[in-house]
């Protein structure tokens, strides 16, 4: 090399390859801007928000690009070009003649605030549909260093068909990757006016262009070569210089325009910032929620299309169904879901061959499977028609040649603690750079930060699984039918965490056709109220079918709860409806009051009780108070997670329940449901709610029956016979032969063990046969184990064989044995109704 030769360079420099990032901007017919790339707002400061609908001349300079001006003129508020450019109107021969011309320019802005920006940039003239006119492309100068001595008046853009190039096709179809975002119809249209008008170059020298490749790909290395990039030379010995050369041109002794050793200009520290920019964009989208499936859709759709030109997401059946961290390593037998689905293509055609939600066993001899057992992203640089004919004969059902063959495929898994809870399968479609080893890392991050976002996601919602469970066990199946009433119910838990609270309801069938309603509502949240809770309504169950007074109820719940601990506090409401007599008998442990709806006027109130202190307080009395009702009035007991509003007087809350409640119904459901959008209005309620309504039907005296039988033996016959009677008075000839039986079994049984005072007998006719049977003797009724040789014992066994129901109840008074018989005829109540 001649004593003129510049001194030697180290090998880590390179020549530019014209590889760069751009700002891609579309424009439309009135000048306006349609696409702001990400670049655009890099490069102008601009964000997409603000640019879209702007007119282009305001924000970037090339508004002489988009008129009849073909000089490049710059007609913005912006400064002049550098001095010593001519305009760059020297578009080569190859362009003119055409209808339109794609211009080039270079320009300085000042913008206040701002160092001075020196761009370059490529307009190209867009014809067909749609409303883009010109594609516009801008890359900054300070990018590129200059060697001393290079003429640097010289770096600007230009235009050359790509067929000057070598490899031209690999190059050309590379430039599909500057529009990553816009429809495929769209992108394929701008492409093919680009590459007919002119593959844009930057002209270092008079000799030397370079095509600009806009991809966000690593360049690529020649096989052995490592560090030799596209678009280079690799120097030809000690001392030599790379140098930009094309087909036809011999490159000269000295290069105009060298790489210097700044970071910046690395090209693949340049495409792995690029990957970086979209995990991080990436990032920002997806885990916007807790809920699984958005989660999802999120992360499927955040890879089309930048990333991939499809996408689908698998979870396994176990975590979509929210039952819990998966154990185990997946197999042929795991099921997995397709959860979502994403692709540029047009809409629905992947649909028949890939459905969102078919639940799927994958192959063992697929790629897929690879990846689910290992682990491990599954990169598959380009699918031939071989690979992919044998891998869709392992479906039988499902033809996928047409999805998969020839297209690059990348398979990641989503993993949590080890574990793979799905996979996700990207693909390209053939045109566009396959998948290589950098985007393999990159698909295994997204899949990394996605497995985060879905393992919260899925214990969040495994989480809700086991609260709602929780809550709806512990939550009574309350009967629609009580005797004498009608009972409709609403549950609606709290927002808080957990989602689990200490409201709950109940109704409890006692002895004399009664009905117990309670509502009670825990103070606090969480588990530890819903397991208070479920022990105090245990202990009202319990102590309610032993005939308690609601006052001496509500005391014994008061002592159990100071014994069960300090914190155990609730409140209470405790009423016994008696359908015979027509009237309440209520108690109140600092509960809300009930509200009564007449029937005559429709008229509602809150009823006036003695309130009481909370349970678990201690030392305070209770009082029961009776309250006469007529048939067709209404309760309406709920807790005040209903009608209490954060800021709001209570008072308020209660004056519209009532008003509520009044409303007109066409059913028990319709007036509960009436009540609950009256006043669950509030998007900020944080407190459950328990809602409970009985219409009070009383029983007519018509349908009752009642007898006194003295204590003798005798007695047992009247009985069978008073019971027959009725029962053909009631035209219920079915019933009788079963009603007999059971009847003189009971009252034999109460002849036997009562003491001083005469027996009771009672019929009530309602949806079944009610009969009850009391002695003035406390020990309850028991079944017994009679053998053979027993003379006693099997009355009521023959009860509980014959009955649809029965039970016994016990009272400092006495105990009343009871069982219900179904009705089937045209006597019972339910028929005549």
Avoid at 274 to 301: A, K, P, Q, Y
């Amino acid at each position: 090399m001649d004593s003129g030769t510049p001194p030697l360079r180290s090998r880590r420099q390179r020549a530019v390859t014209g590889r760069i990032p751009l700002a891609v901007v579309v424009v439309d017919a009135d000048g306006l801007v349609s696409h702001w790339s990400s670049g655009a707002r890099r490069l102008f400061g601009h964000s997409k928000e603000d640019a879209v609908g702007q007119p282009a001349g305001d924000l970037m300079p090339v508004s002489g690009a988009l008129t009849e001006d073909r000089t490049g003129r710059v007609n913005g508020a912006n400064d002049a070009y550098d001095e010593g450019y001519d305009g760059y109107d020297e578009l080569g021969p190859e362009l003119h003649g055409r209808s339109s011309y794609p211009t080039a320019g270079r320009a300085r802005l000042s913008d206040e605030g701002r160092p001075r920006l020196d761009v370059l940039w490529w307009a190209y003239p867009l014809a067909g549909p749609g409303p883009g006119r010109h594609l516009v492309l801008a890359a900054d100068v300070a990018q590129f260093r200059i060697d001393a001595g290079a003429d640097s008046t010289r770096i600007a853009p230009s235009f050359s068909l790509h067929t000057e190039f070598p490899d031209a096709e690999s190059l050309a179809g590379q430039l599909p990757h500057i529009l990553p975002n816009m429809s495929v119809a769209d992108a394929e249209r701008i492409v093919a006016q680009v590459l007919e008008l002119g593959y844009p170059v930057l002209e270092f020298s008079h000799h030397d262009r370079v095509p600009v490749t806009p991809d966000w790909g690593v360049p690529r290395r020649a096989p052995g070569r490592p560090g030799r990039a596209y678009g280079t030379k690799e120097p030809a010995g000690p001392g030599s210089d790379p140098v930009h050369h094309h087909a036809g041109h011999q490159p000269d002794d000295r290069p105009a325009f060298a790489a210097a050793p700044a970071p910046e200009l690395d090209l693949e520290y340049a495409a792995v910032r690029e990957r970086l920019e979209f995990l991080n964009e990436v990032s920002g989208l997806i885990g916007s929620s807790l809920d699984l499936s958005r989660t999802i859709r999120e992360v499927t759709s955040a890879a089309v299309p930048r990333f991939a030109d499809f996408a689908g997401t698998h979870l396994r059946a176990a975590v979509l169904a929210g039952e819990g961290f998966p154990t185990g390593r997946p197999d042929v037998t795991t099921i997995w879901h397709r959860v979502w689905v994403e692709h540029n293509d047009e809409p629905g055609r992947w649909d028949d061959t890939v459905p969102v939600g078919e639940a799927i066993a994958f192959p063992e001899h697929t790629p897929f499977f690879q990846c689910m057992v290992t682990g491990e992203p599954v990169l598959i640089p380009r699918l031939s028609e071989e690979d992919g004919d044998r891998i869709s004969a392992q479906f039988e059902k499902r033809d996928l040649r047409p999805l998969i063959n020839n297209r690059s495929m990348l398979l990641v898994p989503l993993k949590a603690r080890d574990v793979v809870l799905g996979f996700m399968v990207l693909m390209r479609r053939q045109g566009r750079q396959p998948f290589d080893d950098m985007d393999r890392t990159t698909g295994a991050e997204l899949a990394a930060r996605a497995g985060l976002v879905l393992d919260n996601a899925r214990m969040y919602t495994y989480q809700e699984n086991v609260a709602d469970t929780l809550q709806d066990s512990m939550l009574p199946q309350v009967a629609a039918r009580m005797a004498g009433c009608d009972i409709a119910t609403r549950y609606l838990p709290g927002a808080r965490l957990g989602r689990i609270g200490g409201d709950w309801f109940d109704s409890v069938k006692l002895p004399g056709s009664r009905t117990a309603l309670v509502v009670g509502d825990v103070m606090g949240h969480g588990l530890n109220s819903a397991a208070m809770m479920g022990q105090l309504r245990t202990a009202v169950q319990t102590m309610a079918t032993m005939e308690m007074p609601p006052a001496q109820l509500l005391r014994n719940l008061d002592d159990l709860a100071q014994r069960l601990g300090e914190n155990y506090l609730a409140t209470c409401l405790y009423a016994v409806y008696d359908p015979i007599r027509s009237e309440l008998q209520i108690a109140n442990a600092g509960h809300i009051p009930p509200v009564v709806v007449r029937a005559a006027d429709g008229r509602s109130e809150l009823l006036d009780l003695p309130t009481g202190a909370p349970i678990g307080v201690g030392g305070v009395p209770f009082e029961t108070a009776t309250v006469r009702v007529r048939p067709g009035d209404r309760l309406v007991l709920c807790t005040d997670g209903l009608v209490e509003v954060r800021g709001q007087d209570i008072g308020a809350g209660l004056a519209a329940l009532c008003e509520s409640a009044a409303h007109p119904a066409a059913s028990m459901d319709h007036a509960c449901d009436t009540i609950i959008r009256a006043l669950n209005t509030h998007g900020g309620r944080k407190d459950d709610v328990a809602l409970l309504m009985a219409r009070l039907n009383g029983i007519p005296d018509g349908d009752v029956a009642e007898w006194q039988l003295a204590l003798d033996p005798r007695e047992v016959a009247r009985a069978r016979r008073l019971v027959r009677g009725k029962l053909y008075d009631w035209d219920l000839p079915q019933a009788v032969e079963s009603a007999e039986l059971m009847v003189s079994e009971l009252v034999t049984n109460a002849v036997r063990h009562a003491r001083i005072r005469h027996v009771g007998l009672r019929l009530v006719r309602n949806d079944a046969l009610l009969c009850e049977v009391s002695d003035d003797e406390p020990a309850p009724a028991s079944l017994l184990g009679a053998t053979a040789d027993d003379e006693f014992g099997r009355g009521l066994r023959v009860v509980s064989r014959l009955a649809r129901g029965w039970g016994s109840s016990s009272t400092a008074r006495g105990k009343t044995v009871w069982f219900e018989q179904t009705l089937g005829g045209k006597g019972s109540r339910m028929t005549r109704s």
